[in-house]
Structures are given as C-alpha cells and as structure tokens.
C-alpha cells in the first residue's frame, strides 16, 4: 500500500508543479481581464500571488487523490491540510530569507525554491498517510486550517490586506496590491520582471 500511496504522492508533485509554474502565465494569457483565471493565477508579482501556484493545484490533486485513496490510508484530511500550508510556508520563508540577503530575486532560485516547497509538502503528506491514525482532534484542527486557508486564497486577490505579502513588487516598493490596472499589467508583464 505504501508503494500506491508513494506514486499518488510522486504524481502530485509533478501535477503541482507543472500546473503550479503555468498559472504564474494564464492571467496574462487573459489579457489580464478574467476574473475567473484571476481567481487561481498570479495577478500581480507579489509574494502571496505566487503562494497561490502551489495551493490551487494542490488542492485540486488532493480531490482527485480522494477519490482514489481514502479508504487505503490514515490521517487524509489532515495530511492534506498540512501540504498546502507547508508549500507556502516554504516559499515564504526561503524567500524572505534569500532574496533581501543577495537583494534581488533570482529566477532558478526561485524555481528551484517552488520546486522544494511542493517536494516538502508531499513528503510531509506521504509520512502522514502511511503513520497510524492520529486522534480524531487533528481532524478538527485540519478543517479549521484548511478553511481558513481556502478563504483567504479566495479573497485576497480580490480584496489584499495593505502589507508587504501582498504588494505588487518591481524593484522598489510600488504602493499596488491584488489586480493592477491594465496599463500597469501591460508594463510590467511585458518585460522580465525584477523582483
């Protein structure tokens, strides 16, 4: 069973991450006009907006691993909840500690970092769906988190808290949050941006 589980595991990391590394594109794909694409995609190159490229891919595989493995493995819910807080936590934090150091984003880096993180969350995963049930708590706690982390991904794009996670970001502090009017999108999504 363990050797089923793993492959559902080793194809989530290559459904996040290939699903994941395309939404940083779509929305520009859409002519920066769908709110639907918006809803899921990077709409700007804030930090939070790319968070969204591994938590919508994986939340999708984990519906679809659903189907298929819960009757076969422990703690699904709660080893699900934990991916998709730990793939941002990574990215987050390997982020915030690399880029201001070197003081620039470094795009294989940052690949390379998106790529860990999905590696980290799935990991995670596989070691909880294949230990012995946790208490019934930890269930509680992974709806309470997984909610949590639902509606933020479906709200700050379209309504951004004023801080620094959430701030469009072009070499210098730009004052723009969430969808950014056409015209900026236009110059700032035609050139590589620099982050």
Request: avoid cysteine; hydrophobic fraction near 50%.
């Amino acid at each position: 069973m363990k050797n089923k589980v793993l492959l559902w595991e080793i194809g989530s990391f290559f459904f996040i991450g290939l699903v994941g590394a395309s939404l940083h594109f779509t929305f520009e794909l859409s002519d920066f006009s769908n709110k639907v694409v918006a809803y899921f995609s990077a709409v700007n190159e804030s930090t939070w907006e790319h968070l969204k490229m591994v938590f919508f891919p994986g939340l999708v595989f984990a519906l679809i691993e659903y189907t298929y493995v819960r009757e076969k493995v422990n703690n699904y819910l709660i080893a699900k909840t934990v991916s998709l807080l730990l793939m941002p936590l990574v990215i987050v934090a390997g982020w915030y500690l690399y880029a201001p150091a070197v003081g620039r984003s470094i795009y294989p880096v940052d690949l390379a970092l998106f790529y860990l993180a999905v590696f980290t969350g799935q990991f995670a995963s596989y070691k909880l769906l294949t230990r012995p049930p946790l208490e019934k708590k930890f269930n509680n706690y992974a709806i309470v988190i997984g909610t949590i982390l639902f509606l933020a991904f479906s709200t700050f794009t379209f309504f951004p808290p004023k801080i620094f996670l959430f701030e469009h970001f072009d070499l210098k502090d730009t004052g723009q949050y969430g969808i950014l009017p056409y015209e900026d999108n236009i110059r700032y999504f035609t050139k590589p941006p620099q982050r």
